[in-house]
C-alpha cells in the first residue's frame, strides 16, 4: 500500500524556523516533492530530492532519508506569506509516474 | 512559463447532472492528472493520462470517467453528478522528462 504521513497543522512565530515532517511508505520510489499551496490557489512546487541529503533554496529546505522513508521542510526567517498548506508528494515509477499526495500541513506564522 | 488552465473556477450542478471539466496545458506534456481535494484527505488522483487516447485508474476513479483526444486537453467527466462529489478538482501536467507537476489553479465544484 502507499501512506504518506504529515502532521495536520503547525504555528510559528515570524523570523522563527519550522520543520514540517513527512514519512512515507511507496510501493515505488521516483523522488520526493514538496509543494506549497495557499488558500484556493494552486500547488506550486517547491522542492525535490531523489538522493538522501539536504536540497537548499534560499530560505526553504528539503531533507531526505530514503531507507527511513522521511524527508522534512525547512522553512527560515519565516514570513507573514509562508501561511499556507505544505504538500509532500511522493512520486512512482510507473506509467505516467503519478504523484502521492500526503493531507497537507497547514502552517499559521503569527507576527 | 507552463500554463495549465481549467475552464472553470466554480461550478453548481444539481444532482444527476452530467458535468465535464476541461483542462488544458500549453507546454507539449506527454503526462496529465486530474485529483480531487478534500480538507484531511489532501490530494487524491482521479484519473491519469500518459499520452493521446490513453488513460490509466487512479486511486478514487468511482463515479468519473476521462478523455484525452488531443495532447493538450484532459477532461473529467462526472456521469451522473452526487453531492459526495462535491469537491476542490485540480488538473496536473508533466513533461516525461520533466520533474515536477505543474498544477490549474482548481475548480470548485459543488453538487446540490
Known amino acids: 500500500g502507499q501512506n504518506i504521513d504529515q502532521p495536520t497543522e503547525m504555528t510559528a512565530t515570524e523570523g522563527a524556523i519550522v520543520q514540517i515532517n513527512c514519512t512515507y511508505q511507496t510501493s515505488g520510489f521516483n523522488g520526493l516533492f514538496w509543494y506549497q499551496q495557499h488558500a484556493g490557489e494552486a500547488p506550486t512546487f517547491l522542492s525535490y530530492?531523489?538522493?538522501?541529503g539536504l536540497e537548499e533554496k534560499g530560505r526553504f529546505s528539503s531533507f531526505l532519508s530514503r531507507s527511513k522513508g522521511y524527508s522534512y521542510l525547512l522553512l527560515k526567517e519565516l514570513q507573514m506569506k509562508d501561511s499556507a498548506s505544505y504538500l509532500c508528494?511522493?512520486?512512482?515509477?510507473?506509467?505516467?509516474?503519478?504523484?502521492?499526495f500526503g493531507p497537507g500541513t497547514r502552517l499559521s506564522v503569527l507576527p | 512559463d507552463v500554463k495549465v488552465t481549467q475552464s472553470s473556477r466554480y461550478l453548481v450542478k444539481r444532482t444527476g447532472e452530467k458535468v465535464f471539466l476541461e483542462c488544458v496545458q500549453d507546454m507539449d506534456h506527454e503526462n496529465m492528472f486530474w485529483y480531487r481535494q478534500d480538507p484531511g484527505l489532501g490530494l487524491r488522483l482521479i484519473y491519469f493520462?500518459?499520452?493521446?487516447?490513453?488513460?490509466e485508474k487512479g486511486d478514487i476513479p468511482e463515479g468519473y470517467s476521462v478523455s484525452r483526444e488531443k495532447k493538450e486537453r484532459f477532461s473529467l467527466i462526472l456521469e451522473s453528478a452526487s453531492t459526495n462529489q462535491t469537491s476542490m478538482y485540480l488538473c496536473?501536467?508533466?513533461?516525461?522528462?520533466?520533474?515536477?507537476?505543474?498544477f490549474g489553479q482548481g475548480t470548485r465544484l459543488t453538487v446540490v
Open positions: 508528494a511522493v512520486r512512482g515509477t510507473s506509467y505516467g509516474q503519478n504523484f502521492v
Open positions: 530530492n531523489v538522493l538522501d
Open positions: 496536473a501536467s508533466r513533461g516525461t522528462g520533466d520533474t515536477e507537476a505543474f
Open positions: 493520462s500518459y499520452d493521446v487516447k490513453m488513460k
